[in-house]
């Protein structure tokens, strides 16, 4: 059964903290790990796509890398303007897109 | 501008009533999602469409339709027999996988309410 699973499930850092969050996948054909920043109330937004093992991406604080079984989202010296729930999702061969549960990261000054 | 409409962004529906959330694209994606987000539970998957006039039931689909007419349009309907339809839904939409940029871009989101 293809499934998503992001941890931790919470995380609080000071300002300036760096960390990372995980999001390990088992899944039929991946076409691509995909992830996304939400802020409350509003619709997930669209960070990175990553297709194949070894691929990195990078956006400001923000760096994303994929293994075989696993993706990280790296934050690097973050601010409270970091603060959002981080999703994870991938998809299937057959379209299908799946999400994990999502890491809420909150960034105190 | 390019993007996903969700309408209406609330909505209160009476026990025993179906309802209908609209979702409406203009990025020409052949792919449409119907999300339902609950607090602590991610987004689970609801229906998907790779094209018009087909859609797939994703893991929690008992209780709502869905109908892909057009490429643009894909309305999700919550039917009575959906017993806890109080959420947050989300619609997103993608190219279809060929080799290229396949990410989903998401509505603003619409929050039912059953009262």
């Known amino acids: 059964e293809d499934q998503v699973t992001q941890s931790p499930e919470a995380l609080r850092l000071q300002e300036g903290e760096s960390s990372s969050l995980n999001c390990s996948y088992t899944v039929s054909g991946l076409r691509g790990l995909f992830w996304y920043r939400q802020d409350p109330g509003k619709g997930p937004e669209f960070l990175f796509t990553?297709?194949?093992a070894g691929e990195e991406k990078e956006k400001e604080r923000l760096k994303a890398t994929l293994t075989k079984k696993e993706s990280f989202l790296h934050i690097t010296a973050p601010k409270p303007e970091d603060s959002a729930t981080y999703l994870c999702a991938v998809q299937a061969d057959t379209d299908k897109l799946i999400f994990g549960t999502g890491t809420r990261l909150q960034v105190f000054p | 501008d390019g993007g996903i409409t969700q309408s209406p962004k609330y909505l209160f529906r009476k026990e025993g009533q179906n309802v209908t959330l609209s979702c409406e694209q203009n990025l020409n994606h052949d792919a449409m999602y119907w999300y339902r987000q609950d607090p602590g539970q991610g987004l689970r998957l609801i229906y998907y469409?790779?094209?018009?006039?087909?859609?797939q039931k994703g893991d929690i689909a008992e209780g709502y339709s869905v109908s892909r007419e057009k490429k643009e349009s894909f309305p999700l309907t919550v039917t009575s027999a959906q017993k806890n339809p109080t959420a947050f839904y989300l619609c997103?939409?993608?190219?279809?996988?060929?080799?290229?940029?396949?990410?989903?871009?998401f509505g603003q989101g619409t929050r039912l309410t059953v009262v």
């Open positions: 997103a939409s993608s190219a279809a996988f060929r080799g290229g940029n396949t990410e989903a871009f």
């Open positions: 469409s790779q094209i018009v006039n087909d859609f």
């Open positions: 990553l297709y194949s």
